[in-house]
């Protein structure tokens, strides 16, 4: 009954909407009225409601890095979306029907890729420094994340991780003066990792240039897998309350060379740093052969020692770059081994 119901109601959509056209400042024209469209410079937006085909990432992120295809995008002329709180942008005469919105057609692609861009909307007063932050592990403040390709996640009707990351993991966030190396940048899935947090954003992080020091606070610029039963996630909410002393997990990660190849992880509990020993350092190829390094930052190795007892190692492998570039490969392994253990993948905001 359902299904009929949405059948009727798009071809009812598609005979009302097939007698428009819109031009590219978004003003509807009556066909068959004799009255012509002014075709804007390099764009004509047409509103074509028997599209047959449901525009696509790729598609979208060839016209504007970093951008991705909307939800029904059989829907609206505007088929694609610049990620959350970006905005069209750019001086080509093209990007001016679009300008200061969210949304933009495939068609903009004829003035050529990247004439226009998508740009943070935001100003520096957004961030909120991790020493003034107010945590907020709960589960309204939480964006809970699946796997494309996964059955029980698409039932849950959950977005695809990898495909929303970029609006929330990006230095675009961070002032200036605090992003961290651009070398460290973009977003890493925790290879080998027993733990439930399964990925960071060091994006995020705040830099300190003359200790050659990144700071991030662990409930927001990590994400964590969350079993059906939990309403939060068990290791994110350990996090706000870090051994209940100290207030939450905050890792510092020292380089120790201005190469940014190799460093020492401490956390926030003096105490605890007496007794571990988390190292960190660039490597080319992870041990078992299936991740290759392409650029400097791809690879990092993380053996930890407990009190002098060797404990797991686990690989933080970039599976996308800053600008919002997936690299779906290493994203492809990250799925085949998180699947298996029944999560779907939690991120929590900053500002709840």
């Excluded at 060839?62 to 905005?87: D, F, M, N």
């Excluded at 903009?108 to 226009?116: R, Y």
């Excluded at 107010?134 to 009707?157: D, I, M, S, V, W």
């Excluded at 997936?326 to 085949?336: H, S, V, W």
Aim: glycine residues 6%; hydrophobic residues 35%; negative net charge.
């Amino acid at each position: 009954m359902a299904s009929a119901f949405v059948l009727v109601t798009h071809i009812l959509l598609l005979n009302s909407v097939a007698a428009y056209r819109i031009n590219a400042k978004g003003a509807l024209t009556e066909s068959g009225s004799g009255s012509d469209l002014k075709v804007e410079e390099h764009v004509q937006v047409e509103a074509n409601a028997t599209r047959e085909k449901w525009t696509s990432n790729a598609e979208c992120s060839a016209v504007i890095s970093g951008a991705k295809a909307r939800s029904y995008t059989w829907l609206s002329s505007l088929q694609c979306e610049c990620p959350y709180g970006w905005v069209v942008s750019g001086s080509n005469n093209a990007c001016d029907a679009h300008r200061g919105g969210k949304y933009f057609p495939t068609e903009l692609g004829h003035a050529g890729a990247n004439a226009c861009t998508c740009e943070y909307a935001g100003e520096p007063k957004d961030f909120v420094a991790i020493d003034h932050m107010t945590t907020n592990a709960r589960k309204e403040c939480g964006t809970e994340f699946g796997f494309e390709g996964n059955e029980a996640h698409a039932k849950l009707g959950l977005p695809d991780f990898l495909a929303n990351a970029h609006e929330w993991c990006n230095s675009n966030l961070v002032p200036a003066d605090k992003r961290v190396p651009e070398r460290f940048r973009g977003l890493y899935w925790m290879k080998d990792l027993t733990l439930s947090d399964v990925a960071f954003c060091p994006s995020l992080g705040e830099y300190d240039n003359a200790t050659k020091t990144i700071r991030l606070s662990v409930w927001n610029m990590f994400v964590f897998g969350k079993q059906p039963n939990e309403e939060v996630a068990t290791l994110a909410k350990e996090a706000t309350a870090f051994l209940k002393v100290g207030g939450p997990l905050v890792y510092s990660i020292v380089f120790t060379n201005r190469s940014f190849t190799a460093a020492n992880i401490y956390t926030s509990n003096s105490m605890l740093n007496t007794l571990i020993n988390f190292p960190m350092y660039e490597i080319d190829e992870t041990p078992d052969r299936t991740v290759k390094k392409v650029k400097d930052g791809d690879i990092f190795a993380r053996p930890s020692s407990i009190a002098g007892f060797s404990q797991a190692t686990y690989y933080a492998v970039r599976i996308m770059e800053d600008d919002g570039s997936p690299n779906l490969e290493r994203y492809n392994l990250m799925k085949q081994q998180e699947n298996p253990k029944g999560t779907t993948i939690v991120h929590y905001r900053s500002v709840c």
